[in-house]
RNA sequence: GCGCCCGUAGCUCAGCUGGAUAGAGCGUUGGACUACGAAUCCAAAGGUCGCAGGUUCGAAUCCUGCCGGGCGCACCA
């Protein structure tokens, strides 16, 4: 409908094809069904007054399908357009002919893309700044797939690093501590529950006391990264996150491709030693200051193997990559990006979505947690606890870059407080109406668009145009990679139903189901629609949408 | 000190990239079912959009400077 108006314009006035016309659904009736303000933003450029170039406009304006009812020049020159009623009906049609795949569109264009988010170190279980991560993501995902791109989902493997020891000594020292509770434990360890879960679990795998002290440690390093990586990927699972793909911080070593990394850099002469360190020149391209990829002592740094690791992805034929980041990492931006632009990737060929941290919140009192205290709430009890709907619902109901309280108090009620019930209220109700007609011997089939004519109640042309408005909602989230805007949609969406559903509360006549076989046959058409879109928005959030609760 | 994010109703937050009288949920007050499901709906009250300038026909939105809050500023990962 956008579409069709934003041509309209642009065949009655001249217009420079990259100008952009911006055409909002007013938030007022009487300003129609849609407006534009393209009157407004040309007034400058063509030096005349904006209500006189809207009506140069309006006058021009040619409705090849008949799909204005009227157009009104309005206040300092807004085009106000009022859409016809079959034209509405239309589009209604639409929905019901395309059903799973009503705004299914191909904005991508089969865009190979690769969206990296949870990347958690395998030193320990997923906690709520993870989930959030892995909600944001994954809705992207399923948004960005549904649109036409070909999306990639990565979990980068953070195994290569000095954590790992430290993981192994911690769990070492556990277990040496079951025996011996005055062995000493790593500065710097790991001091959650589940550390001496897993001491105890790879001492009955294997006999630590019959190895040496090194080897040990190896072992427990290794063995502990595989269980933890095995817990992450049982969360996610359960969250209904899957990856295609896991990749390894380590393979990037094992496969020499560092080193030819770093040999590429050279070539390019981006590179320097100083201080028997290796540098690059990641100032020269917006960042702060250079940065080491080797250090003095030989060993390479984290930022080595993670410039690696992105001309990798762009090898593997990646058009482009997201990576989804916890805000703490803000600072890593400029130099990652400046040592992928240095070396001629295009500017914004990484885009990078920062989610701001989460305060978890329960009793009345904010839970503080870290790893190395050990004093946290787990992805899993939360899980187990709200449940998976809830809180991916939560999770998007906030932008990326607010910092979000999750109060599990809060979203473990499952009454109004709760948002996700009101959006899957709406779908079961939907379906509860159907059962009802099929009780009283009403046959629903697919209407013609002759039938949907009787709706006629304001409700019901509003009804409509909100539904409608899902495939430019999924347009403007890719746009912006916003998608915390689906939750805002569906619940006005569902709301809209409410209100419309609850005019028959008193009125028989207004309900869905009535008396006249014509009428209810072309509301439960309606009723129908608002249910495919909720059902479509609440899959791309990886939310049930039940039939009855 | 420098950088990023945030500051909107009592609370938690949206605000369609500069538009018409700033919205929602919760909370408060008062209403609507012998039922197409009240997990719903209707109504009322509640705002100097942190402060001060600027840009223009027009600013919560863009720019500058302050003030608060969070997070970063390694030859760690």
Redesign the pocket.
Known sequence: MREKIEKIIRNAIKIDPSE?I???????P???HF???I???L??KKRMP?RKIAEHIVSNIQDKEGIIEKV?I???????FWIKDEAWYKSLKLILDKRENYGRQDIGKGKKVMVEFVSA?P?GPLHIGHARGAAVGDTLCRIMEFTGFDVTREFYI???????RLLGESIYSRFRQFSDPEYPFPENGYHGEYVIDLAKRISQERDLSSMKEEEAIGFCAERGKEILMEKIKEDLDAFGVHFDSWFS?KSLYESGLVEKAIKSLEEKGLLYE????L?IKTSQFGD??D??L????G????????IAYHMNKRERGFEQAINIW?????????RLKAALVCQGFPENWLRIL?I??V?LWKGGKEVKMSKRSGEFITFRELMDEVGVDAMRFVFL?????????F?ID?VKR??????V??V???H??I???????E??GVNYKEPDLEELSCLKLPEEIELIRNAV?FP?VLK?II????P??LT?YL??L??VF???????????E?????DDPILTNA??SL?EAVRIVINNGLRLLGVSA????
């Open positions: 952009k911006t055409i909002e659904v007013p938030g007022r009487e300003h129609g407006a534009t303000n009157a407004m933003a007034a400058s904006p009104e309005a206040g300092p020159g807004f085009i106000n170190n030193t953070n195994d290569a690093g000095n954590q790992i911080e100083k201080d028997g360190a540098w702060d200051k940065r080491v080797r250090k003095s002592d060993q390479f740094t984290y930022f080595a193997s993670d916890g805000a703490d990492h803000h600072g890593y931006i400029p920062l701001q941290l305060k109901t906030k932008s990326h870059d607010s910092t979000l309280d109060d809060l499952k009454d109004t407080e709760n948002p019930y009101y899957q209220y709406a079961a109700r379906c509860s109406i159907f059962r009802k007609a009780e009283k408005e430019y403007e746009n912006n990679l916003e915390h805007r805002y619940t006005s569902a709301s409410h209100r419309y559903f609850n005019l028959g509360t008193n009125r028989p207004n309900r869905v189901v009535t509301r439960l009723s039940p039939e009855r609760m």
